[in-house]
């Protein structure tokens, strides 16, 4: 039932458009558009992930701080009963001020370096 009810929130919501008074979720069909949203607001970004793999979301692209504050980061798994399965990860942030700002985060294995990340999420994120 609680994975139905993800799902139903996950999809229902945005596009990267402006937005009203819902709680807002953005996917990967997100990646690189445009989020127009009013002061103390929070929005979470949840991406496809499999630590198992090695591989996790890391933010490498910080957005500025006085319009934009990362509130927390996590995992869900998508299925408990099995070992290794995979899940999403949870971005949430809060508007603070006015401005627009940018977050980039890459799916990559934190440990290789000078090795391209395998996907990555671009968000720009105007405050009014």
Known sequence: ????????????????????SKEIFLTEK?????LNIAQDRTFTVILASNPTTGYSWGL?????TDILVLLSSDFMVSDKKL????????????????GTTTI??????????????????FLTVKVK
């Open 1 to 20: 039932m609680k994975k139905i009810i993800f799902f139903i929130l996950l999809f229902a919501n945005v596009s990267g458009c402006a937005v009203g």
């Open 30 to 34: 997100n990646n690189k558009q445009i």
């Open 60 to 64: 490498i692209e910080s957005p500025a």
């Open 83 to 98: 070992i290794g399965s995979g899940g999403w990860e949870r971005w949430k942030f809060r508007t603070k001020g006015r």
């Open 104 to 121: 980039r985060l890459i799916y990559h294995r934190p440990w290789e370096k000078d090795v391209a990340a395998v996907k990555d999420f």
